[in-house]
């Protein structure tokens, strides 16, 4: 069954640490590719996105996300993290001949300590 | 521009009962796409709009509707409520001629009693 999946449910990093956060598809065949952020209260923010071509794409808020077709990951990064990070983080998968047909993983709640 | 708004940001309703949310898109945008975003979940696809008509859906029951209106803005209807329905219902918007950003609303916290 596709299926996106983000293994970590928390994650807490100290603020000026390096952060990453995982997240694993499976589709038949390589989908679009998406990270958003969302703060309580608030919608959902796209950080990145992929669509094809180099597989290291850069976002807002200086996040930065790597496609490795060969481990099917789409794993987001920061090299350092702020406190106003703080909030839940959703990968989210749209498939080939779909138009914003989203589907999203459990999401990832990242907390930082100061 | 105003983004994508929804209304009303919160509504409580009990069992059986039926409720209307609201959604108009950003400006320019024609398409409009409703997810339900349970507690500690993802937000999960309802169905989407496009031209008035539903184009396409998620796995979810009947008793979720919708309609858009000839200025893109749209409703979701949610018929016979279950406690199940509980959540909040999120609205984006986007432009169907465009892979660019599809924007999300803040969207509207369901509580069924």
């Known amino acids: 069954a596709q299926s996106v999946t983000q293994p970590d449910i928390h994650i807490t990093v100290s603020e000026g640490a390096s952060l990453e956060l995982r997240c694993n598809y499976s589709y038949g065949a390589t989908p679009y590719l998406f990270w958003y952020v969302q703060s309580p209260g608030q919608g959902l923010q796209l950080l990145l996105k992929?669509?094809?071509?180099?597989?290291l794409v850069q976002g807002i808020k200086g996040f930065e996300a790597e496609f490795k077709r060969s481990q099917s990951s789409f794993n987001l990064r920061k090299p350092s993290v702020h406190w106003s990070d703080a909030a839940e983080y959703f990968c989210?998968?749209?498939?080939?001949?779909?138009?914003?047909?989203?589907?999203f993983g459990k999401g990832t709640l990242l907390t930082v300590n100061p | 521009d105003a983004g994508v708004t929804q209304s009303p940001t919160h509504l409580i309703k009990t069992r059986g009962q039926q409720v209307t949310l609201r959604c108009s898109p950003k400006s320019g945008h024609d398409t409009v796409s409703w997810y339900q975003q349970a507690l500690g979940q993802g937000p999960q696809f309802i169905f989407q709009?496009?031209?008035?008509?539903?184009?396409q859906r998620g796995n979810f029951p009947d008793r979720f509707s919708g309609h858009q209106f000839p200025n893109y803005s749209s409703e979701l209807n949610v018929n016979a409520l279950l406690l199940g329905d509980s959540a909040l219902y999120l609205c984006?918007?986007?432009?169907?001629?465009?892979?660019?950003?599809?924007?999300f609303g803040p969207g509207t916290r369901l509580t069924v009693l």
């Open positions: 709009y496009y031209e008035e008509e539903e184009r």
């Open positions: 989210a998968v749209d498939p080939l001949g779909s138009n914003y047909k989203l589907t």
């Open positions: 992929y669509f094809s071509g180099d597989t």
């Open positions: 984006a918007s986007s432009f169907v001629a465009s892979r660019d950003e599809q924007f």
